[in-house]
């Protein structure tokens, strides 16, 4: 019986700002206490990105990257299945 | 790429007993089915082109869950890149399975076993059996038959045509003579109440003429009177 890790999917929904790649991207979160507002369209494009902790190494990866890894087994819900060694 | 992932798929079936087995007739073409132990299968396979188009993949998939021409299990298969993005535990509620190709194929999400539903070439196949079946017992029932046979079943059936028509006669003839009873009875009924009458009428006046000469001597110990005078009371 192969054991199955499951890992949290963290979405961040993120604010880049199109007129100054300078500034940095922050959160939608923390984009509307600052600026007070939701990001307007015509400058500020959101974008939502799907990042994990990797149980294998605890370094943080896209949860496209998944595809890459042997140990890989599905998507369910907002987690990752993965096994301890590689089927 | 559809292609590498069709071949590992059929290559997975085939490791677990299954031979591919033809499309039938409607069916989409991007399914292939294949079948063994008497169970069928069908596999939509979704490519990694679905990842430049969102609908592809969705296409599939609906496809898929709506899918029940006279199969046991549904799979989707895909590629493990896409296997990232596709939420597995949809597919889990609708009872597909989950195939997930990188060279070779891991079940990600096993497919429950559906009822398979009675399309319409089922139906189609039931009828023409049906009609088989009542064509073999029509000629059965003209064949199965000699001659003497029907020639009896002829006389049986004149037989019986006349003995409903006596049987009618009787009944009618029976209802007339109950209402000529009625009628007579009636009459009788009528009769009686005169006489009657005219009976307690003799015996009142009798009664006067013994108050006034005393009783005749036919009178006398007669028990007719006693009865005669009653019945007079009780009408």
Known sequence: M???????????????????????????????????????????????????????????????????????????????????SPP | MTDQLLEAVREFFKQRGYVEAPRPRGATQAAS?????????????????????????????????????????VYVAVPKVLATVIDSSVLSEQGLGLLVVNGRVVEAVPAKKRAPQQGLAELERRVAELEAQLSRLAKFRVEGLSQAELSRLGLIETQLAELRAKLDSAVRRLEASIASLAE?????????????AEVEAAVEEAGRAMEAEGLPSYFKDNPWLSILASRGKER
Do not use: N, W
């Open chain 1, 2 to 84: 192969m054991e199955v890790r499951r890992t949290r999917i963290r979405k961040i929904s993120m604010v880049i700002d199109l007129q100054d790649f300078l500034s940095p991207p922050l959160t939608l979160d923390d984009h509307v206490k600052l600026r007070g507002a939701t990001p307007d369209p015509e400058r500020y494009r959101v974008v939502e990105v799907e990042v994990l902790v990797c149980p294998e190494d605890g370094g943080v990866v896209l949860v496209s990257e998944c595809a890459k890894c042997p140990r890989f087994i599905r998507r369910y819900r907002d987690e990752v299945h993965c096994v301890g």
């Open chain 2, 184 to 196: 007579r009875l009636t009459r009788l009924e009528e009769v009686r109440e005169r006489v009657e």
């Open chain 2, 33 to 73: 089915f294949f079948e063994g132990g008497g169970v069928r299968a069908a596999v939509f396979t979704v490519g990694e082109d679905a990842l430049r188009g969102r609908g592809e993949a969705l296409r599939s998939i609906l496809a898929a869950s709506t899918f029940r021409e006279g199969v046991d299990y």
